[in-house]
């Protein structure tokens, strides 16, 4: 294997592989004209890069990361406190105490520190290979946790709607726009574009609103689950709160959901 080269992920679930192999037929049938015109090398090349495409695009949503909750974490925090790796709860909920004791086991075992449970960090701490069907919240809702997650320490900034800098509305629908949804800009049309649920039907992905400065929805972040939210706050840009203790849980006035 050359040094350096990422090895291709092994497909467990044959549905899977098969379905990409009969993508590509479909593809080439339905491009057979304009296909047949292209010299040799540049077609050879067209068809490796939309298979590997496939396969990456098949195997990237397997990982464990902050916000992914189910049976599968639930594995995983119990292996960590196995190990003496301190998980807090056994809830299922990949979580700050989650993430920082994968973090402990990857530094341990010199592999990268990211908190995140890929590949490699499965396979060394759970001895087996990492599964290709998830349980647990949607692809939808982990692909909007995690984008949400990977912009925490952006600054505060008023009217602010790019990584550069947000405000709590342009937060969460740049989140939101990321995944495909798009909602309203400021935090009292969020309110009234979602729909209303009770806070024991709340779930990871739902809009969590509070009034600060003016009356009604005036703040807004995404519930993360355990009783958290992530938001853009205005003394520490994003970060993770409480939503229904302290500051935030004197404010709060209700959630709402989008898809």
């Given amino acids: 294997m050359t040094k350096g080269r990422k090895p291709l992920k092994k497909f467990t679930n044959k549905g899977e592989f098969y379905g990409i192999i009969l993508f590509v037929i479909n593809f080439c ?39 992914d909750r189910g049976n599968e974490v639930m594995e995983i925090q119990k292996q960590l406190a196995t190990l003496h790796y ?17 973090k402990s086991f990857q530094a341990a075992k010199g592999l990268t520190a990211d908190g995140v449970v890929g590949d490699a960090t499965y ?15 949607s692809a939808l809702t982990r692909s909007i946790l995690r984008t949400a997650y990977g912009l925490r320490g952006v600054p505060y900034v008023f009217g602010g709607t790019s990584p550069y800098g947000f405000d709590c509305s342009g937060f969460t629908s740049y989140v939101f726009r990321q995944a495909g949804i798009s909602i309203p800009r400021m935090a009292d049309g969020q309110y009234y574009a979602s729909t209303r649920l009770s806070s024991a039907n709340l779930r990871p992905g739902d809009l969590v609103f509070f009034t600060t400065y003016a009356a ?44």
Avoid at 29 to 57: D, I, N, Q, V, Y
Avoid at 86 to 102: K, M, N, R
Avoid at 123 to 137: A, D, F, I, T, Y
Wanted: proline residues 3%; aromatic residues 12%; charged residues 15%.
């Fill in 86 to 102: 301190s998980v807090g709860e056994l809830d299922g909920v990949f979580g700050p105490a989650t993430e920082q004791a994968v």
């Fill in 29 to 67: 049938h339905e491009e057979e004209e304009r296909m047949c015109r292209m010299p040799a090398r540049k077609l050879a090349s067209l068809l490796l890069g939309l298979t590997l495409s496939c396969f990456s695009f098949s195997m990237t949503f397997a990982d464990f990361a902050y916000g």
């Fill in 123 to 137: 396979r060394s701490l759970m001895n087996k290979e990492m599964p290709v069907n998830r349980s647990g919240n």
């Fill in 216 to 259: 009604g929805a005036s703040h807004v972040g995404i519930y993360v689950g355990n009783g958290q939210f992530i938001h853009a706050s205005s003394s520490r840009g994003v970060m993770v709160s409480d939503v229904f203790t302290g500051y935030w849980g004197a404010r709060y006035i209700g959630a709402g959901r989008v898809y």
